[in-house]
């Protein structure tokens, strides 16, 4: 039987990731740094884990230079490669402290997105969104506006009720929404601010989620996707690409048992196989061959506590693009880009996303000032993404569209100053509380220093 999750992973199998290490050139530093997908590489001065947070204090008081804090790797943009110090957090993890009658859960900023939801399962809580992927640092997903699905729901930052700051002066800083001048900078920092080392969420009592998917003709799904992003606590779709198809998740709360049995590995290496076979087609001849073969999907349901719905494990390598454009445009923005991609060609096979999120007031989250429509466009980590992004981006510019800060995007401080109204208002924050910029990169420079002073 085919599912919606035997295709996202055979797209991917499909180009199986061919990212071999190169060998050290004469006189590299050993032990480079790559990010998640293998694309991004820095030969840091050194790495530092501290297990405490009067053990990050004192190594910030004791030492100058440039650190860039680094959780899973998993941002594709280079918000992380430095010659300076990487500060890795990983022993800064774990649940501190919970509040069983405000529902609210305290972490490590080191800790897996992945261990969040059985940590606040064993507490009785359970947690109001998470993004798709689980391998992320919470830290990163914070600091990117990292989100999930939902018109009633912020991204994870927008669910942050209280974190713990060290400065580049060494410094623990708690910060609350009472603190209105830092806090909604804060909540989404780029690590530019500092390094966080805790977060408090708020949570929910635990609970269980139903997810059935099925493909439908994409256009239908357009039709009425603002009834069903309204329907649903969860609803987006997965366009494919060269084809008039789209896969469909909507999910929603039950009282059911768990059902949710694991994909059998022998049928998913088979559709891969499938995938991989029709990738010898020229994509202009596609359509007819996917269009059959989302014919063939049968749609399912499952059962499962909340977290184990909302994130997945994805160990297939791939690069990725996001923009989250004004949700009125949002459509018009999609079919755009699904046009674009078949007039030109392009030789993709991994479905898009489409979904919403809930508006907030958070200076640099994509979603300030209103709800969004994200879209998202991925290419296998075995192969150049550049065809695929450069056609698509100047797109969601056309749309208004801001880029996911974890995702490649090209663009500085002039565009991003225009998108967003407290931009310049961050820019100065961060030069008062980094004044010798530590915690910046070539790429944070790119973004956040006005080219006519710098």
């Not at 918000?79 to 430095?82: A, E, F, K, N």
């Not at 990292?146 to 713990?164: A, E, I, K, P």
């Given at each position: 039987m085919i599912t919606r999750r035997r295709w996202l992973a055979g797209a991917a199998l499909?180009?199986?990731?061919?990212?071999?290490p190169r060998a050290l050139a004469a006189g590299e530093a050993a032990l480079p740094w790559r990010n998640w997908s293998g694309g991004l590489v820095a030969h840091p001065a050194g790495r530092v884990a501290p297990a405490t947070e009067d053990e990050l204090v004192a190594w910030l008081r004791a030492n100058a230079g440039t650190v860039r804090a680094v959780g899973a790797g998993h941002s594709f943009s280079p918000?992380?490669?430095?010659d300076g110090h990487l500060l890795i957090l990983d022993k800064l993890s774990g649940l501190i402290d919970h509040d069983a009658d405000g529902l609210r859960a305290t972490f490590g900023a080191g800790t897996r997105l992945s261990d969040i939801g059985p940590a606040l399962e064993a507490v009785g809580q359970g947690p109001l969104i998470l993004p798709d992927i689980d391998r992320q640092t919470l830290a990163?997903?914070?600091?990117?506006?990292?989100?999930?699905?939902?018109?009633?729901?912020?991204?994870?930052?927008?669910?942050?009720?209280?974190?713990?700051?060290?400065?580049?002066?060494?410094?623990?800083?708690?910060?609350?929404?009472?603190?209105?001048?830092?806090?909604?900078?804060?909540c989404v920092s780029l690590g530019a601010l500092g390094i966080l080392t805790r977060i408090e969420l708020q949570n929910r009592s635990a609970y269980r989620l139903r997810a059935r998917n099925c493909a439908q003709r994409t256009e239908e799904v357009l039709?009425?996707?603002e009834a069903s992003a309204e329907r649903h606590r969860h609803f987006e779709m997965f366009p494919l690409t060269h084809s008039d198809y789209a896969l469909v998740l909507a999910i929603d709360e039950t009282e059911d048992p768990i059902d949710n049995p694991p994909p059998s590995p022998e049928e998913a290496a088979a559709f891969a196989q499938a995938m991989a076979?029709?990738?010898?087609?020229?994509?202009?001849?596609?359509?007819?061959?996917?269009?059959g073969l989302a014919e063939q999907i049968e749609p399912t349901e499952v059962v499962d506590v909340s977290y184990r719905i909302l994130s997945n494990v994805r160990n297939d390598r791939f690069n990725e693009m996001e923009y989250a454009v004004p949700r009125e445009?949002?459509?018009?923005?999609?079919?755009?880009?699904?046009?674009?991609?078949?007039?030109?060609?392009?030789?993709?096979?991994?479905p898009l996303e489409y979904r919403y999120v809930r508006g907030d007031d958070l200076w640099l989250s994509m979603d300030e000032g209103g709800d969004r429509a994200a879209i998202s466009v991925h290419r296998s980590a075995a192969f150049d993404y550049r065809p695929l992004f450069d056609v698509v981006e100047p797109i969601f510019w056309k749309y208004g569209g801001r880029p996911h800060w974890g995702k490649v995007h090209s663009l500085g401080y002039r565009e991003l100053k225009a998108l967003y109204p407290r931009f310049a208002d961050f820019c100065a924050l961060r030069a008062e509380f980094d004044p010798e910029g530590r915690f910046l990169n070539d790429h944070l420079r790119h973004l956040f220093l006005d080219p006519e002073v710098a």
């Open positions: 499909a180009g199986l990731y061919a990212g071999t918000l992380v490669p430095t990163g997903a914070i600091s990117t506006a990292t989100h999930g699905t939902g018109l009633t729901l912020h991204s994870l930052s927008g669910n942050v009720r209280s974190l713990r700051l060290a400065t580049a002066a060494g410094e623990l800083i708690d910060l609350t929404p009472a603190d209105a001048e830092l806090f909604p900078a804060a039709e009425v996707f076979s029709w990738l010898e087609v020229p994509p202009g001849e596609r359509r007819p061959l996917i269009n445009v949002g459509a018009a923005c999609l079919r755009e880009i699904l046009d674009t991609i078949a007039r030109e060609r392009i030789d993709v096979v991994f």
